[in-house]
C-alpha cells in the first residue's frame, strides 16, 4: 500500500554510478533499454547453509556491538574514518549492545537511533576452527541485510552488496586466523535514492544544534535497517556441489517428473570436470529410496517417481505440503553406481523437493490439473522490537494464523521475505507470490533498471526451487504510464528468460479512467489491481463497493484478457472504537466493508478468470510517523503481537467455506458457536432501523 511518491535523490553509490555510465554509453550508440541491459552479471550458488558429512556451519547470531555512523549530508563518507580497521572498541564512539538478527531502530530508548539515516557499523569476533585451514573452503554469508552492506574481518574488505531481503557471501579463508580470534565489522546504510529499489528521497535538514539527513519515500511501511537475517559461518570440500536447480511435473497417471541440474566448483576447466560424477537420490518421507540416477558432465539430468505424492496446497488435500528429500553427492574418478562408496565422495548436500505441476493460460491457473482460487494475504515482516528482523517464534505463529483462517496464499509484499519462511510454507502447504522490492517505481532510468533485474535476478535464483511460489511479482503499485513502456518491456522480457516456469503478476494501483494506458498490464500473466473502495476511495460508502469492485476486475479482464486477482483491499480498525452506525476505524465498519467485498468476488467467481482475493493486511505494521498513522497501519486482520480482531473470525468462515465449497475442505469444528436452536437464522429486517441483522 502506497502513500504519495517519492522522486528525485541526490545520493548514488559508485556502484550505480559505473552501470548508469555504461548505459549511457550504450544509449549514445543507439541500443534502446531492452539491449542495455540483456545480460548481467550472473547469480550463482548461494546455496542455504546446511550441515553434513561434508559440511559444517556455525552461527553467528546474537549480541554484536554497533556504532551509530557519524556522517551526515546526501552523500557516504563514512568509509573514510576507517571504523574496520583497529575496530570499534578502538573508535572511541558509544558501543551499543545489538541483536542480530533484528531491526536496530526499536531495540534501544533513543529517538536518535530510530530515525537515524546513514551508515551504523557492526562488530563481532569469532572463531575458525583449526581443522577447516586448507582441508576447506570457508565462507561468510548474510541472509539480509538492509540496505547496503560492506564486510570487512580483520580490518581487510570482503564483500559488499545492495538490495535488502536478499542474501550474499564471500569465501573468507584467505583472510581469517584459524584457530584464533578474528573480527567481523559490517556497514549498514539505509539510505534509498531514485536509482535504489525501493526507492526513496534524501534532504539535508537544519535542525536545532547541527544538520540532519532526512529520508523520504513513497512506500507505506516503516523503513527498518539493519542485519536483518542470521549470519552463517560454514564450510565446503575444496572441490564442492556450487548450485542446484530443479523444476517437476505431474502427470495425470500419477508419475512425478524431477528435472535438476548440477555445479561444481573448486577447478575451472570443462576437461577437469570430467574425472568427476554426482549421485543423486530421492527420498519419501519414510526414507525409501524411489528414484537415484548417477551423472557426468554437464550434470543434468531427470528422475521418474511412479505412484508420486504431489505437492498441494493447504486444504486441498488431506496431506499438503508433501515433499521429498532429494540428496546430491559428488565423487571423483570413473566408478559406476554398483561401485560407488561414501568413503569415495567429496561432498554431500541436500534439499526438500515438492513435485507438482503449474500451468497456466488466459482462463485458469491450474495446479496439478485442478483450477486454483487464491484466498490470503499481503503481508510484511514487521514486529514490535524485532522490527523486519526474523524471528522463529513470530515466524511460526504466522503460519498457524494463516492455517486457522483457512488461507492458502500470501504475497511477500514488498520485498523477499526469509528463506527460513520460504521453506516453512513449502512444508506448510501455502502458496507464494514471490515479490521484489520495487515498490512505488517511478523516474526509469536505466540504472534503475539494472537494479531491478538484478533484484529479480537474485530473488528467482534464491526461490527457484520452491514448490509454493506460484508467480513472480515484478512490482507493487508502479508509475506504468507511456514513460515506462521500455522500461517494462524490458524487464518483463529479462525475467521471462530467467524462469519460464512461473507466470508474471504486479499489482497495480493506475487508476481506472487511466487503465488503457498502463503499459505494464498487458505484459503480465495475472492482473493484480489494489483499489481501496469504501475507504481511500468513496470514504465511508458501504454501498459504493461492490459493483465498482466488479466493474474494474472485469475492465482489466476485457483490456488484457488476462488473469485477473484482486491483491488489496481492506479498512483500518481499532478494536476500542465502537460505532453504532458504524463509522470509518471501527472494527463493524471494517467487518461490513469486507462483507460487500465477498459479494463482489463471488459474482467475479463465476468466470474462471478471476482467481483470487487478498485482504491488505495480515497483521498491523508499523509506518513513517504521520498523522494519518497514529500507531502504523491498522488495517490488518490481526494485530501487531497477532491477535485476531472482530473481522478475522468473519474472513475466517469464509476462507474454510470457499474451501469446502471449491475442494471439498473439511470445516472446523469450532467455525460456528452455538447460539439458539437448530434452526437456520432468517434474514430478517430490523424494525426500527430497517437494516439487515444478517450480513452476507
Known amino acids: 500500500m502506497a502513500s504519495p511518491k517519492a522522486s528525485k535523490l541526490q545520493f548514488v553509490n559508485m556502484q550505480v554510478i559505473t552501470w548508469l555510465c555504461i548505459g549511457m554509453l550504450l544509449l549514445v550508440r543507439g541500443s534502446s533499454l531492452e539491449i542495455d541491459f540483456k545480460k548481467l552479471p550472473a547469480t550463482s550458488g548461494l546455496l542455504f547453509p546446511q550441515d553434513s558429512e561434508t559440511r559444517e556451519v556455525r552461527s553467528l547470531d546474537g549480541i554484536w556491538q554497533m556504532v551509530k555512523g557519524s556522517s551526515s549530508g546526501l552523500t557516504n563518507k563514512e568509509n573514510q574514518e576507517n571504523l574496520f580497521e583497529k575496530g570499534l572498541s578502538q573508535s572511541g564512539r558509544h558501543l551499543i549492545p545489538m541483536a542480530v538478527p533484528a531491526s536496530y531502530n526499536d531495540i534501544t530508548v533513543s529517538r536518535s537511533l530510530r530515525d537515524h539515516v546513514g551508515p551504523v557499523w557492526y562488530e563481532r569476533s569469532f572463531f575458525v576452527p583449526s581443522s577447516w585451514d586448507r582441508r576447506l573452503r570457508t565462507w561468510l554469508r548474510f541472509g539480509s541485510v538492509h540496505y547496503r552492506a560492506e564486510v570487512w574481518i580483520n580490518g581487510q574488505h570482503v564483500v559488499r552488496h545492495s538490495s535488502g531481503g536478499l542474501p550474499f557471501e564471500a569465501e573468507v579463508g584467505g583472510v581469517v586466523n584459524f584457530g584464533a580470534e578474528n573480527r567481523l565489522t559490517v556497514m549498514c546504510d539505509n539510505r534509498l535514492d531514485n536509482l535504489t529499489v525501493p526507492q526513496g528521497e534524501l534532504h539535508e535538514d537544519g535542525g536545532d544544534t547541527s544538520k540532519r539527513t532526512r529520508q523520504e519515500y513513497g512506500f507505506d511501511f516503516f523503513n527498518y535497517a539493519g542485519i536483518h537475517r542470521s549470519v552463517f559461518l560454514y564450510s565446503t570440500p575444496l572441490v564442492f556441489i556450487s548450485d542446484v536447480s530443479v523444476s517437476t511435473e505431474y502427470t495425470s497417471r500419477k508419475v512425478g517428473i524431477i528435472k535438476y541440474r548440477l555445479w ?66 559428488l565423487f571423483e574418478g570413473d566408478s559406476e553406481i554398483e561401485e560407488t562408496s561414501d568413503d569415495d565422495r567429496l561432498d554431500v548436500y541436500r534439499m526438500s523437493v515438492g513435485i507438482r505441476s503449474l500451468k497456466w493460460d488466459n482462463s485458469s491457473l491450474l495446479l496439478n490439473g485442478k483450477p486454483l482460487y487464491l484466498r490470503g494475504f499481503g503481508r510484511h515482516e514487521d514486529s514490535e522490537i524485532r522490527g523486519r528482523g526474523h524471528d522463529n517464534p513470530l515466524m511460526l505463529r504466522d503460519f498457524n494464523l494463516l492455517r486457522w483462517i483457512g488461507a492458502n496464499a500470501y504475497r511477500t509484499s514488498h520485498y523477499p521475505y526469509s528463506e527460513e519462511s520460504m521453506q516453512f510454507a513449502d512444508e506448510q502447504g501455502i502458496m507464494v507470490l514471490d515479490e521484489c522490492s520495487a515498490v512505488d517505481l517511478e523516474g526509469f532510468h536505466a540504472g534503475l533498471l539494472h537494479n531491478h533485474m538484478s533484484t529479480m535476478e537474485q530473488l528467482i535464483h534464491r526461490d527457484r526451487n520452491h514448490p509454493s511460489v506460484i508467480a513472480w511479482s515484478l512490482a507493487n503499485e508502479p508509475s506504468c504510464t507511456l514513460k515506462s513502456a521500455e522500461y517494462f518491456k524490458s524487464l518483463v522480457k529479462y525475467t521471462r528468460n530467467l524462469d519460464h516456469g512461473r507466470p508474471l503478476t504486479a499489482a497495480l494501483a493506475t487508476p481506472s479512467d487511466e487503465a488503457s494506458k498502463c503499459k505494464l498490464a498487458g505484459l503480465l500473466d495475472i492482473l493484480g489491481f489494489n483499489r481501496y473502495n469504501g475507504w481511500y476511495l468513496t470514504s465511508g460508502s458501504l454501498d459504493r463497493i461492490t459493483g465498482p469492485v466488479e ?117 472446523p469444528a469450532d467455525l460456528e458457536e452455538y447460539i439458539v436452536g437448530e434452526s437456520k437464522p432468517s434474514k430478517q429486517a430490523d424494525h426500527e432501523s430497517g437494516e439487515d441483522i444478517e450480513m452476507y
Open 264 to 329: 561444481m566448483a573448486g577447478k575451472s576447466t570443462t576437461k577437469w570436470r570430467r574425472n568427476y560424477y554426482f549421485r543423486v537420490q530421492l527420498r519419501d518421507q519414510q526414507g525409501e529410496v524411489v528414484a537415484q540416477q548417477v551423472i557426468r558432465h554437464p550434470f543434468k539430468g531427470r528422475l521418474r517417481v511412479h505412484h508420486a505424492r504431489a505437492w498441494w496446497p493447504y486444504l486441498m488435500d488431506l496431506e499438503p505440503g508433501y515433499l521429498y528429500r532429494l540428496k546430491v553427492e
Open 551 to 667: 466493474t474494474e476486475a472485469t475492465m482489466w479482464r476485457n483490456l488484457t484478457k488476462k488473469l485477473v486477482i484482486m491483491m488489496e483491499y481492506g479498512a483500518d480498525s481499532i478494536d476500542s472504537y465502537r460505532s453504532l452506525p458504524s463509522l470509518m476505524g471501527s472494527p463493524d465498519f471494517q467487518r461490513q466493508l469486507y462483507s460487500q467485498h465477498f459479494q463482489a468476488f463471488d459474482k467475479l467467481r463465476e468466470n474462471s478468470w478471476f482467481i483470487g482475493e487478498f485482504v491488505w493486511n495480515f497483521a498491523d505494521f508499523q509506518t513513517a510517523q504521520s498523522y494519518t498513522r497514529i500507531g502504523g497501519n491498522r488495517k490488518g486482520i490481526f494485530t501487531r503481537n497477532r491477535q485476531p480482531k472482530e473481522v478475522a473470525y468473519v474472513l475466517r468462515r469464509r476462507y474454510f467455506g470457499l474451501a469446502h465449497k471449491l475442494n471439498q475442505a473439511r470445516m
